[in-house]
């Protein structure tokens, strides 16, 4: 496979086959901010995707037939952004984003206390329907660990079909609202299971607990069955027949559940030191679906920001949590009490509420404020009317 760029006033970069057919074109800005050690404490370094940036001979078309498709853009200093993309039968994605840095590059990492390569990688919500470009002038950001990347004015399509983008478009949500359609409809699902029961969790070292929890957790999984319809799978997790441990570390708690059909589920909780905040950072699953076209069925995302308290506290929330992790898995959390990285005496701190709990106390606080407000107003009217009827009469 051969790649070129088509790098002018346009900054379109390509990716072509053997035959010169365009199987991958994107035009984007890009900015990269990222958190690293010096001498004197950590630094951020912030720099942008530079006029100079070139497609590397390693992007690739796919391999023998027309899929996974490969752009890799290298620019000065040993930096390199990858996007990985992949398709189902009517839409493609960037399954994957890798960005490599150099903190030798003493340009950008001034005084840095470490050199070499480090790798990134993120998993992203660029996609669109196939034939179309997707495209999105707002910031599309992803983040993880200490690296932040945005992409902004993003044309990008892959699995061309013409050497040139298509008219047609897929926009991202960041640049809606627009007008609703109905989209396609997978197939009739069996009803949802009930509410999952409750478990408690306990993850400690040498150093005592730093993840107390306590919640039922469901997962929701949508797959390609292999006669190519789409079908929703919830099933939930079941204390009795899971198993569950983990590993503490100063800026992150991990809990690894695993059942006993194989299906693994890590929930990462990660730590704000500037705002002294915990929160649910990253999910990942693994299970086997043996009606699916592709029986191993992974998803996951280390840049969520959920069920978020003050160090020291702890979050609770009666009403269901449910965490959006990638197109196709998401996760509901029932009845969440959870306490990470600072547990004193194995018990949980001051709870700090939920929205959705506090918004449901509204409704009986509004409705017994308005009944006592309306018992007040019968209650003075009948003193006036009281007082009116005694005006007519005086004392002999």
């Not at 890799?72 to 398709?87: D, Y």
């Not at 061309?160 to 926009?171: A, P």
């Not at 004193?344 to 509420?353: I, L, M, N, P, R």
Request: aromatic share 8%; net charge neutral.
């Amino acid at each position: 496979m051969h790649s070129c760029l088509v790098h002018g006033a346009s900054a379109v970069f390509v990716v072509k086959d053997g035959n010169g057919t365009a199987c991958i074109m994107a035009n984007f800005s890009a900015t990269f901010l990222m958190n690293y050690d010096t001498k004197n404490g950590s630094q951020n370094a912030t720099f942008d995707l530079p006029p100079n940036a070139e497609v590397l001979n390693s992007s690739s078309c796919g391999k023998e037939n027309p899929s996974d498709p490969i752009l890799m853009i290298a620019f000065e200093g040993g930096h390199t952004l990858t996007l990985n993309f992949t398709r189902n039968v009517t839409r493609y994605r960037v399954q994957l984003m890798s960005f490599v840095y150099n903190l030798s590059d003493t340009h950008i990492f001034h005084n840095a206390s470490s050199t070499g390569i480090k790798t990134v990688e993120f998993i992203t919500d660029i996609k669109a329907d196939i034939d179309k470009k997707y495209r999105c002038v707002s910031g599309t950001q992803v983040h993880r660990n200490n690296v932040t990347v945005t992409l902004r004015d993003a044309t990008i399509q892959a699995y061309l079909s013409n050497n040139s983008f298509s008219k047609g478009e897929t926009r991202c949500e960041q640049d809606g609202p627009f007008p609703t359609t109905a989209p396609p409809h997978p197939s009739p699902s069996p009803p949802p299971p009930e509410s999952p029961s409750v478990d408690k969790y306990n993850v400690s070292d040498v150093n005592g607990t730093c993840l107390l929890a306590s919640m039922g957790l469901q997962l929701n999984v949508t797959y390609e069955k292999k006669d190519n319809t789409t079908v929703i799978r919830v099933f939930n997790i079941n204390p009795n027949k899971t198993s569950a441990n983990g590993s503490c570390s100063p800026h992150l708690v991990t809990l690894d559940i695993r059942s006993e059909d194989g299906t693994a589920l890590r929930l990462q909780f990660g730590m704000n030191a500037t705002s002294s905040r915990f929160f649910l950072q990253g999910i990942h699953m693994n299970t086997t679906l043996p009606d699916a076209r592709a029986p191993t069925f992974r998803a996951g995302n280390d840049s969520l920001r959920v069920l978020q308290a003050t160090v020291g506290n702890s979050y609770k929330c009666n009403a269901v949590e449910r965490v959006h992790v990638t197109e196709a898995f998401s996760v509901n959390i029932f009845k969440v009490w959870v306490q990470a990285f600072k547990v004193e005496g194995d018990k949980f701190g001051s709870v700090e509420e939920c929205l959705l709990d506090e918004n449901s106390m509204l409704i009986p606080i509004a409705v017994g404020g308005a009944l006592a407000g309306l018992v007040l107003i019968v209650l003075i009217a009948y003193l006036i009317g009281r007082k009116r009827s005694h005006a007519g009469y005086q004392t002999i």
